[in-house]
Every structure is written in structure tokens, then in C-alpha cells.
């Protein structure tokens, strides 16, 4: 693939060991990596969800930075005024950085997600996606894929996952990454990169759930790389809206070797595979064409 | 308005011509252009605001003064109430003054991040302009905007001018600071917030030494290293909400301290309630917000036919001043409320409220609820004194009354 980047993940000992989270957690992996990447001048944002039970319950916190636990639907409005407050005291150095559920970010969140994006405010703002309300139950959320089970579409979800990495792109914030546990050298490398950038800087991080997905506790990391593998989950940047590179992706691995790994889409017939594929392809097409469509800025137009 | 001084024994600041101090300016300003003032004066470093009529003149005059540089301050343009108030939230546990304005459906917008803000202990002060809520839709002067909001531990001021309002507004800083709680200032929709009065703006050197900056012991800061929100125990919640009533409980004295430090520094004040003409009364009218300046004509007309009334003004609504109104209250056998707002199925708020704090108390007068000005209808003195008329020979009933 294009990027192939030799990263050497940097740790600082911001997240503890003896958290909440179930034993094989796709979201806590991804917690690790991004809260040590962060640093220690940081101060998260976190709605309800999983991570605000990893992040621990009054008096004990898992991670060695201030956490604030906001409103499910208020993340990115939250770190606004965080941040707002404290450049009016000089301490604008201090990171902001969101760890939002995808309920809390792709449905419920979006909202402020915009407005936030809109603005261009200055955060780092990390979507844990694991496809559901997993917190609640595991109900389907915007970023449930077409046809998978949950509690609340035990019959398949009849409709397609909301795009929010290219939702949040339209916005042409300075960065938009995809990035998930299953290459860990990538995910810290993208938190590490917006970290060092201003403005509003977005990562959605595939996190597989245990008993959202219906996976064994060893499966997380082997279930993600299929995502990306399979061309379901592609690894990608976008930077200002415009400027695509992808990073890993499609191996020509048919869909099937990734949905049969997992119990949430084992009523799926040969011919509702055959959809999936096809959309697979369909959408990976999109994403290599739109990485060809660069254009020479206009001398007018001034980017941030 | 004519006002007999020597019955008021918690002095009234609403006389129309308020008095003048050294670097003070006298100006012609709406309600709500009279709270943009004493925000700006307050010094609030970060204003998250999102624009609802009849809010909107705070939030552009803020906007004016900002780029005119007089107002040092953040104003962020948030893209809905909510976000607005959860940007007050953590702004405000990051460490800086923080204030906003809304109202009706915008302060209906905010409920959940309301009762957040208190729970977190956040000082914000809001000003709120009462308007009537959706469905249908309607722009007009109605307190129950804001009363929907008095169980979510915000402490409410109801103002009945604009310099009444502003004052408030610096006063509630002070107040909010020292309990940890938020604060609404609440005046009516264009009967206080659009109509233009001479108002004082005191001079910003004098509110410096009234309100010292904001400087929280706990904040959100990685060189502190304490959170805040995570789940809690049932005992931790317990703990949690006891020590929040605690802290509601300081509220009135704080008020009347604030109260009579403004006095001193600025030479007005407003108590947290106010006797008007009260001695001897056989009936006391008790208000709060615009209504208070038609009843205190009301209650001259009605004492020079004979009637002995006065009016009770009721300004800090929550916490509800239990001690002081029964106090104030103690030997008048009748009170009437007149109140601009209905809660469906309960009846109009204040009554409710003030019959709820009369439980128990030795000789308790009885209570006539009228419901008059909901929707924004005028109230005329006319009406009040036939009313307070009404009043006195009727038998009290338990409901509120429908009255134009
Ligand atoms: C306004 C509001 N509605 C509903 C809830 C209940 N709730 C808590 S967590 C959650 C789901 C969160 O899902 P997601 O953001 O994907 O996080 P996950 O649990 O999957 O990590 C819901 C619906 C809430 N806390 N607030
Ligand atoms: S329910 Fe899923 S997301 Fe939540 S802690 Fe368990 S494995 Fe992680
Ligand atoms: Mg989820």
C-alpha cells in the first residue's frame, strides 16, 4: 500500500493497568495507545459509553490526566469551552483531546461534532468506533454496518453505517485519520501527528467489542486487521478536506473471511454476503479515485 | 411611579431617576442592553451564546462592545443553547468567569446541561428573558420559561427593571462565586427586556472592587490533576447532592450581604425581597418580576380608597426565602399572588411555591392565586386593585384563578 510508514510507538505512562474494561477490549487497546501518545498535558473529554467506564468511577480514574465526563451528546461542545478557557489564561499548550463512543459522535454528538468542526476549534477528537451502543446493551447505532445484528435490529440493520470520516472531512478541517488496534504503529503515529497540529483534528478508531460483535476475548486485534484487510475498514488520512492518502486497505481478501469471524453476522445468506461484497468494492473504488483527485489550489483561495 | 419610602423596610432601587456616582454614566438603555453592560462590567473572560428573540439584544450588544474593544472577552458563537451551556460548564471549571443569556425554547434547549452545570458546581451567571414556550409559538412576556427550571439547582433573580437587571447580574457573580452554584437573572420579555430606561453603568473601577477575579480552588488542570463527573457511588451521589442543598442554603444571606456591599459601594440595593407599604396590611399582594412596579401603583390607589395592602416583591425565587417571607409576611392575614405563568395541573408557580413555604407556620394567612398576564397580556393597575378587592371578600379556594 502506499503509506507504509516504520513508526516506533513512543509511550508516556498516562493510562494504568486495572481498568473496567472487559478482558480483550478492542476500546481499551485503543485508549492505551492514544492517552500515551497524548502525553501528560492533557486534559479528556469523555461521554458516556464504554471508555467512561474504562476511565474509572469517583475517587479512581485509569488515566493520569484530568478527565471531564460530559453529556452523551455534548463531547465536542464540552472541549470548547475547555479550550477557550484556558487560551484566555495563557495555557493554550494544554491538549484537549475527546474520547467519544460512535453513538456519542456519528448520531447523538453530531451536532456539536459540527458546529465544533465548523468552527475549527482546537481539539483532538478520537472516536472509539465499535459499531453500537455498547454501553447500553449493544443497540445499533449510525455506525452499525448494513445487515449487522444488534439488540435493537436482531433481524439486521436494514440500512448502511454513516461515512463520518468523510462527513467530517467536508467540513475540511485540517485532519481526518481512520485508524484502528490492529496496526498500532499507524494508530499512534496519526494521534501523535494531530496532536502536533491545530484546529479541529478527527480519528475514527474501528475498536471491536466482545459481546456487542460476538467475538472471543483473544479476537480483537485479529478481527480488526480483517476489517482493513477485507477492504471493509480502510486506513486513510485526509488533510483540509482534500488531500487523500491511503494508508492500508483492501488485500483482495473476500468479506466473508471478515464477517464469518463474528456472531452479529451469522444469519447472513449467501446472497446478502454477495451485497456486501459488493459494497466493499463499490466504496474502496470511491476512496482510490478520490486520492486522484487532486487539484491545483486557486491563487485566491486562501486554506487555512 | 409614586413610592412612599418610609413603609419600604428592605430598600427599593426602583426609582426612576437612579442616583449618579463618580465615574458613573447615566445612559438611555434597553433591559436587555442594560444587561450586556453589567456582563461586560462583570468581566467575564468566555461568553458561549446562540441568539433566541427576545434574548438577542444582550448577545448583539455583547457582540458590539467586544468589537469596539471595550469588552475583552471570548465570545463564542456556539452552534445551539446546548452546546452553549456545556461550553459555560467546562469553561467555567477550567478556571475563568463565564456568562450567558437566553430564553423560552433556548433555555428549554439547555435543561439537561441546567442541572449538569449545578451538579458541577459552575458559577455561571445567565440572564434569561422570560418568554412564552411552543407549541403554539408566541413571543410573549411569560414567566414559565424559567420557572420549568427551578428544580435544577440554579439560583434565580427576578428583576423588574433594566438597571435592576444589571445590578443583579454584577451582584450574582458575587453570590455564585462564593456558593459555587450557577445563577440565573431573569427579567420579562419587551416590557423590561426591549423598553429603554435612564440607567446607571457604574464605573468599571468601582466593580473591580466589588467583584474580585475568579479564582476557583478546584479546576480542571493537568498540572492539578483532578477530574470531574466520573460515575459515583450511592453514598458519593448522597454526599454529593447534601453538600449542593448546603450550599443552596447560603444563598440568601449571601444575597443580602451582596446586597448591602452594592449598596455601600454603588448606593443602591433590592434586598431579596421587598415590603412595600406592608404595615397594618389586611392583604398583601406578592409578585415578582415587571408586575411589582403596576402593583405598587396599585397598592397607592388602593390605600388612598382606604384599603389597607401593600405588596410583598418576591426577587430571590430559588432558593425560596422561607424565613424572610414568613417574616415579612407575619400578622397579614391574606396574601394574593399575581403571577404571569401557569404549570398546568399545579397552577400558577409562585402560589404554589409560597403555600408549600407557609406549611406549618403559627397564624399562616390564606392564600388567592390569580393567574393574570399569562401570554403576555397587559395587566393594569385597574386590574390588580380589583383583584386585591376580589380578594378580600372572597374565601379562598385551593386552584389558581384565570383572570383578565
Ligand atoms: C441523552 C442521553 N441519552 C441516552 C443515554 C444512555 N446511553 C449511555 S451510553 C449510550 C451509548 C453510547 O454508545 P457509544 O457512544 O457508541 O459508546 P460505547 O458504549 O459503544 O462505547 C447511551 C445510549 C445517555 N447517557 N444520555
Ligand atoms: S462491552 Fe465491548 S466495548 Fe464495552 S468494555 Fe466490553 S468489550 Fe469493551
Ligand atoms: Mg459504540
Same mark, same amino acid.
Given at each position: 500500500m502506499i503509506d507504509q510508514l516504520k513508526y516506533e510507538i513512543e509511550e508516556k505512562p498516562v493510562f494504568c493497568s486495572g481498568h473496567n474494561a472487559c478482558p480483550g477490549c478492542g476500546e481499551a487497546l485503543a485508549i492505551r495507545y492514544i492517552l500515551n501518545t497524548m502525553g501528560s498535558n492533557t486534559i479528556a473529554v469523555i461521554p458516556p459509553s464504554c471508555i467512561a467506564i474504562i476511565s474509572g468511577h469517583q475517587p479512581y480514574s485509569s488515566m493520569r490526566i484530568p478527565t471531564y465526563q460530559t453529556t452523551l451528546e455534548a463531547s465536542a461542545a464540552s472541549a470548547t469551552g475547555m479550550k477557550r478557557s484556558l487560551i484566555r489564561q495563557g495555557r493554550g499548550d494544554v491538549n484537549i483531546l475527546v474520547i467519544a463512543g460512535d453513538g456519542g459522535t456519528y448520531d447523538i454528538g453530531i451536532q456539536s461534532l459540527s458546529g465544533a468542526a465548523e468552527r475549527n476549534e482546537d481539539m483532538v477528537y478520537v472516536c472509539l468506533d465499535n459499531e453500537g451502543y455498547m454501553n447500553t446493551g449493544s443497540q445499533k447505532s449510525? #455506525? @452499525? +454496518?448494513?445487515?449487522a445484528s444488534t439488540s #435493537?435490529? +436482531? &433481524? &439486521?440493520?436494514?440500512t448502511e453505517k454513516k461515512d463520518i470520516a468523510e462527513i467530517m472531512a467536508a467540513h475540511r478541517v485540517p485532519y481526518v485519520a481512520t485508524a484502528t488496534i490492529g496496526y498500532p504503529d499507524d494508530l499512534a503515529r496519526k494521534v501523535a501527528k494531530a496532536r502536533d497540529m491545530k484546529g479541529m483534528r478527527f480519528i475514527v478508531c474501528l475498536t471491536p467489542c466482545l459481546a456487542g460483535w460476538g467475538? +472471543? *476475548?483473544? %479476537?480483537a486485534v485479529r478481527v480488526s486487521r480483517l476489517a482493513v484487510e477485507t477492504g471493509f475498514f480502510p486506513l486513510y488520512e485526509v488533510e483540509d478536506g482534500e488531500h487523500y492518502t491511503i494508508n492500508r486497505g483492501h @488485500?483482495?481478501? +473476500?468479506?466473508e473471511r471478515y464477517l464469518e469471524t463474528q456472531r452479529r453476522f451469522k444469519h447472513l445468506d449467501p446472497d446478502q454476503i454477495a451485497t456486501l461484497q459488493g459494497q466493499v468494492e463499490h466504496k474502496w473504488a470511491l476512496l482510490q479515485a478520490r486520492t486522484k483527485l487532486e487539484c491545483e489550489p486557486h491563487p485566491e483561495y486562501l486554506t487555512r | 411611579m409614586s413610592m412612599d419610602t418610609s413603609n419600604i423596610t428592605v430598600t427599593s432601587g426602583q426609582s426612576c431617576m437612579p442616583p449618579v456616582q463618580e465615574g458613573d454614566t447615566r445612559m438611555l438603555l434597553t433591559g436587555n442592553h442594560a444587561v450586556a453592560y453589567g456582563a461586560m462590567l462583570a468581566r467575564p473572560q468566555v461568553v458561549p451564546i446562540y441568539p433566541i428573540t427576545p434574548q438577542t439584544p444582550i448577545a448583539e450588544k455583547i457582540s458590539d462592545l467586544q468589537l469596539s474593544g471595550e469588552f475583552d472577552v471570548d465570545l463564542m458563537t456556539a452552534e445551539s443553547e446546548h452546546s452553549a451551556m456545556c461550553a459555560c460548564v467546562t469553561a467555567s471549571l477550567t478556571g475563568v468567569r463565564v456568562f450567558t443569556a437566553t430564553a423560552s425554547q433556548g433555555l428549554l434547549l439547555m435543561h439537561e446541561m441546567l442541572h449538569y452545570a449545578a451538579g458541577a458546581r459552575a458559577p455561571i451567571v445567565m440572564a434569561e428573558v422570560n418568554r412564552t414556550l411552543g407549541s403554539p409559538w408566541g413571543f410573549w412576556p411569560d414567566q414559565s420559561d424559567s420557572l420549568s427550571q427551578r428544580d435544577t439547582s440554579w439560583i434565580q433573580y427576578y428583576c423588574e427593571s433594566g438597571q435592576e437587571s444589571l445590578d443583579t447580574v454584577i451582584q450574582a457573580f458575587k453570590v455564585a462565586e462564593q456558593v459555587n452554584l450557577p445563577a440565573m437573572v431573569v427579567h420579562e420579555a419587551f416590557?423590561? #427586556?426591549?423598553a429603554l430606561e435612564p440607567v446607571v453603568v457604574p464605573s468599571q473601577e468601582r466593580v473591580d472592587r466589588y467583584l474580585p477575579p475568579f479564582n476557583p480552588e478546584h479546576r480542571l488542570d493537568p498540572l492539578i490533576n483532578e477530574s470531574w463527573g466520573a460515575v459515583v457511588n450511592q453514598d458519593m451521589y448522597y454526599r454529593h447532592r447534601k453538600e449542593l442543598t448546603e450550599s443552596m442554603a447560603l444563598v440568601a444571606e449571601r444575597s443580602i450581604q451582596a446586597d448591602a456591599e452594592y449598596q455601600e459601594l454603588f448606593g443602591r440595593s433590592y434586598g431579596i425581597i421587598e415590603r412595600y407599604r406592608?404595615? *397594618? %396590611? *389586611?392583604l398583601a399582594i406578592v409578585g415578582f418580576g415587571a408586575m411589582c412596579g403596576t402593583s405598587r401603583v396599585a397598592v397607592d390607589a388602593l390605600r388612598a380608597a382606604g384599603l389597607q395592602v401593600g405588596l410583598l416583591k418576591i426577587k430571590l425565587f430559588n432558593p425560596f426565602p422561607t424565613e424572610h417571607v414568613r417574616a415579612a409576611i407575619a400578622g397579614i392575614p391574606k396574601l394574593m399572588v399575581i403571577e404571569r405563568n401557569v404549570s398546568p395541573g399545579i397552577g400558577g408557580v409562585l402560589a404554589q411555591t409560597l403555600k408549600a413555604n407557609l406549611y406549618g407556620m403559627k397564624d399562616a394567612p390564606t392564600v388567592h392565586s390569580y393567574l393574570a398576564g399569562v401570554g403576555g397580556l397587559n395587566v393594569p393597575s385597574r386590574l390588580i386593585e380589583e383583584l386585591a378587592k376580589k380578594a378580600m371578600a372572597d374565601e379562598p379556594v385551593a386552584e389558581s384563578l384565570w383572570q383578565r
Open positions: 449510525g #455506525s @452499525t +454496518p448494513y445487515l #435493537s435490529t +436482531p &433481524g &439486521g440493520k436494514p467475538i +472471543p *476475548d483473544d %479476537a @488485500t483482495g481478501l +473476500p468479506v | 416590557y423590561i #427586556s426591549h406592608m404595615d *397594618d %396590611a *389586611d
